[in-house]
């Protein structure tokens, strides 16, 4: 996977502010809201509570799952739902946004704001901070991004460690919380770089790592989060 686009793109010119220690960030507030929603109060937003959806509701041949026709999403891979399922229900950005289109088709769980989660791409709290173009143009990569929804998620509410240098490696997540099939795969989020609106923003709890990927560069997972 060619998680490190930006952080490789601009390698000559990137620096990285942080040390090599283990941190946590102060707990935050969420709160199991009924049976398949977790309310991030901090950041004003739902989750669901199974962090891969897809997977869950594709191997249960849900109804909304047959909905779905991912062959027909433009640029997206061109596989079937069965396909999709047969690969843990892994997308290309593409394909995660038609998902979540859906999802509000149908007012799921009674919401019809589903999106992917946001980064921010100016983030002092993120231990990287890179120059990506002649404009001047910045992004905030890296660890420790507590002002992101995955990463204020990550931290500040689930207490997961700070990962500074090579403190957790890949050991940082530690607690799961309420949430169900959380794993330490690379999620999408739904911001696009500004510079380059090829890219999005992703976030890889395994590791506490926010990077951007190429939209149809890899298949990651799908984790959907409305506003409260």
């Known amino acids: 996977m060619n998680y490190t686009i930006i952080s490789a ?9 942080g040390h090599a220690t283990l941190s946590t960030a102060t707990a935050g507030e969420i709160d199991l809201v009924g049976k398949h929603l977790v309310a ?8 669901t509570r199974d962090a891969n959806l897809v997977k869950t509701l594709c191997s249960n041949d849900s109804p909304l799952w047959k909905s779905f026709d991912p062959a027909s999403v433009k640029q997206g891979t061109g596989r079937s739902a069965a396909e999709i399922c047969a690969q843990n229900g892994l997308m ?9 289109g859906v999802l509000n088709k149908h007012a799921y769980l009674g919401h019809s704001d589903w999106r992917l989660p946001r980064i921010q791409q100016k983030d002092s709290s993120c231990s990287l ?60 989020t739904d911001t696009e770089i500004a510079f380059d609106t090829s890219l999005v923003g992703v976030f890889d709890p395994s ?11 890899d298949l990651l997972q799908v984790w959907p989060v409305h506003a409260l």
């Open 9 to 17: 793109l601009v390698f000559g010119v990137m620096q990285i502010h």
């Open 129 to 188: 901070h890179i120059q990506a173009d002649q404009a001047g143009n910045t992004v905030s990569l890296g660890h420790g991004c507590l002002n992101s929804e995955p990463g204020h998620l990550f931290h500040a509410s689930l207490d997961n460690p700070v990962y500074e240098g090579s403190a957790c490696q890949d050991n940082c997540l530690t607690n799961h919380g309420p949430f169900s099939n959380l794993s330490g795969n690379m999620y999408w």
């Open 207 to 217: 590791n506490d790592w926010q990077d951007a990927e190429k939209k149809t560069s």
């Open 92 to 100: 290309n950005w593409y394909e995660a946004k038609a998902w979540i």
């Open 40 to 47: 991030d109060r901090d950041m004003a937003v739902e989750w």
